[in-house]
């Protein structure tokens, strides 16, 4: 292996490191407001019981609107039957809301993967990454992404689209070019890579102000 391919595998192995902890944070951070939505239960229903007493039936109406609120922020909003993808997903898409961007997700992963859990959250970690990250330089109310998974026959198909206000993006050395700046190319290259040793397909393509990734992988 020449010196520049040890270059870069070490410069690809610390990225994943980093990639995998920043989504363990996410999905702590996510567990943790729910582990504090619990704990204050008990405190809520005395309080609506206090109010309650009170004949006061207003406030008791504005105090679950209240918490029906609070409790949307922390639900799981995807429910694939694929842990570590219920994880990743959930937390790029809290984390995609709190930055006004709608999501529409449906995904469905009714077996068991063979792939690695490494793998599937390096994928969709940085396909979400790179949606989110474009979907910021568009006004609020254009700010869509859209994420479908399931089962083909024995493949994972995994599709993301979002919009762009580049219109097509151009391809160099059949790659779309990345706008986030020397060093953000790695997430591409780490997909790429794990799709080519897994024996997939992977499309990129950019039509009319989106841009859709698709990718099949094989679970025989």
Known sequence: MSFFSKQVDKRL???QRELIETHYE??????????SWRHDYRN???????????????????????????????????????????AILNSKISLAKSKNITVKADAHIPVKLKMSELDLCV????????????????????RIIRIYM?????????????????????KIKNRFRTTKGEGHGFGLIRIDNIIERLDGY????????????EILIPQL
């Not at 990250?133 to 109310?141: I, N, R, T, V």
Request: no cysteine.
């Open 13 to 15: 192995a610390a990225y």
């Open 26 to 35: 996410e999905v702590e951070t996510m567990y943790k407001q729910m582990r």
């Open 44 to 86: 809520h229903i005395q309080t609506m019981k206090a109010l309650a007493s009170d004949g006061d039936m207003d406030a008791v109406k504005a105090y679950l609107d209240m918490l029906d609120n609070d409790l949307n922020t922390v639900d799981t909003v995807v429910k694939t039957g694929n842990a570590m993808a219920d």
């Open 123 to 142: 994928i969709i970690g940085n396909l979400l990454d790179n949606a989110i990250e474009a979907s910021l330089s568009l006004p609020q109310d254009k």
């Open 150 to 170: 399931d089962m083909k026959n024995t493949q994972l198909y995994i599709s993301v689209t979002n919009f762009t206000s580049s219109g097509k993006m151009r």
């Open 202 to 213: 992977l499309s990129r393509n950019s039509e009319d102000g989106a841009f859709t990734t």
